[in-house]
């Protein structure tokens, strides 16, 4: 059989036989982080850019499943309902050097079982922050909303040091932000082929 590179996209996803999901705008991201005084959370409620995903067959062999598609987040859109530390995590994410973070999307351990209406499983994605990249599992929930219509949830606990990040210091040290955060996530995948 003769290659056809215009079958195929990177990441050895197979564009004749991939499912192909479309990002929608009603996708959100939240970080979850604490300092020594108080909680915060700072969210995207909406994503703006046509991002699409996709998913490939399943390997024959150890049943994952290739995915290849992109997330590119501006930094400046997250919002933490506070200004300072808005301007905060603005700062220690390096937004004016590496203004986005991006999620490229590799593979889930298995193909999703939806015929209960929910499915959860692991997957793999490089996250790129603060210009660090770095591989990590994570853990999902894919939901069927509609025929066509899917939700795509998860999350994971990311230190800032994993990116080479300091986290945000107040009074001269007083007030320290907590290394450690939390991502969740809700992508509303929009199914593009049938």
């Known amino acids: ?10 990441g050895g996803v197979n564009k004749k036989n991939a499912t192909i999901w479309a990002v929608q705008k009603t996708s959100s991201l939240r970080i979850n982080g604490a300092s020594n005084v108080n909680k915060f959370g ?7 850019s046509p991002d699409t995903i996709f998913c490939s067959e399943e390997n024959s062999v ?3 499943v290739t995915l290849s598609g992109n997330m590119k987040i501006g930094i400046d859109n997250f919002d933490c309902h506070n200004h300072i530390i808005t ?3 603005r700062k220690t994410l390096k937004s004016s050097d590496y203004p986005y973070l991006i999620i490229h999307f590799l593979s889930l351990e298995r193909k999703p079982n939806i ?5 959860s499983l692991k997957g793999c994605v490089d996250i790129q922050l603060g210009g660090i990249t770095h591989r990590f599992e994570l853990n999902y929930t894919f939901e069927k909303i509609s025929q066509a219509t899917f939700k795509l949830n998860g999350n994971r606990d990311f230190t800032f040091s994993d990116f080479k990040l300091e986290p945000p210091k107040k009074l001269g040290g007083i007030i320290k932000v907590k290394d450690s ?3 969740d996530f809700s992508l ?5 082929n049938q």
């Open 115 to 119: 015929a209960n209406g929910k499915d």
């Open 181 to 183: 955060f939390t991502v």
């Open 62 to 64: 150890n049943k994952s």
């Open 188 to 192: 509303t995948l929009i199914k593009v």
């Open 1 to 10: 059989m003769a290659f056809k590179p215009d079958e195929y996209l990177f």
């Open 42 to 48: 700072c969210e995207i409620t909406q994503y703006y």
């Open 87 to 89: 301007n905060d995590l």
